[in-house]
């Protein structure tokens, strides 16, 4: 089976498009949360995931868009985007986020957007905080999205390697457990403004990073006619 494993859209429907044009053919989705906040189409988005099978996971956006997390825990950026997507989400749209898991195990596969031991709010971005995770799933391979930063961790009960998500080249993951996290679709956090996705190959093991290039001038724009924050939307060409 093929899967497009994707975080942090983030109501960025330009870059979401781009990624699905870009993925070629694919069985399904997994989308790792943050389908809305910062961005200017949090419906269209929702819409355009629901018009895929796919599987999906809360991330700390979505949830805070709905009020179910304390919008006081987010950067005054993120609080207004959260505020001004409440007030966006259509009926559809506020019963699928609602609905979403927290943790999803699929195979040998768990997916969640934080981590394992704090699914919507830990950010896995340190070797040890990694290894603090392992006992909390118990599936071999994890996906993790929320620090928009593509990484894999190889994991074995001695030690975490940190290994380098090359773009373009296909993975072939052993025996170790892994923690992966694809990068952000709609707002990359690793200096380069690309969207950010990876291609599962469930039978041959392999994960393939990709980047994909989007028109950041269209989301700016809609951006700033929604008046959210001006940092929010300059970050995007810088890919920070
Ligand atoms: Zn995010």
């Not at 899967?3 to 997994?30: E, R």
């Not at 006081?72 to 609602?98: C, H, K, M, P």
């Not at 952000?184 to 969207?195: E, F, I, K, L, S």
């Not at 028109?215 to 300059?234: C, F, K, N, V, W």
Request: aromatic content about 10%; some cysteine.
């Amino acid at each position: 089976m093929q899967v497009l494993v994707l975080s942090d859209i983030h109501s960025n429907l330009v870059a979401l498009q781009a990624v699905l044009a870009d993925a070629g053919t694919f069985d399904t989705i997994w989308s790792l949360g943050d389908v809305v906040g910062y961005g200017p189409q949090p419906n269209e988005c929702i819409e355009l995931l629901l018009s895929y099978s796919h599987l999906a996971v809360a991330g700390n956006h979505d949830w805070g868009s709905l009020g179910k997390l304390d919008l006081r825990d987010f950067n005054v950026d993120a609080r207004q985007a959260n505020l001004w997507t409440r007030e966006q989400l259509s009926a559809r749209s506020w019963g699928y986020i609602e609905a979403l898991p927290e943790t999803l195990d699929e195979g040998d596969y768990t997916l969640v957007h934080g981590s394992p031991r704090y699914p919507l709010i830990e950010y896995l971005v340190y070797p040890s905080l990694v290894r603090q995770s392992l006992p909390f799933f118990s599936t071999s391979i994890c996906f993790v999205g929320h620090s928009h930063i593509p990484s894999i961790f190889a994991c074995t009960d001695s030690e975490v390697r940190v290994l380098t998500p090359e773009i373009g080249v296909p993975i072939k993951l052993g025996n170790e457990r892994y923690i992966i996290n694809p990068g952000g679709v709609g707002q990359p956090r690793d200096g380069d403004a690309r969207a950010s996705y990876l291609l599962l190959d469930t039978a041959e093991r392999t994960i393939t990073f990709r980047r994909v290039p989007y028109d950041i001038l269209i989301t700016q724009t809609l951006m700033q006619e929604a008046g959210l924050p001006p940092r929010s939307i300059a970050r995007l060409e810088f890919g920070w």
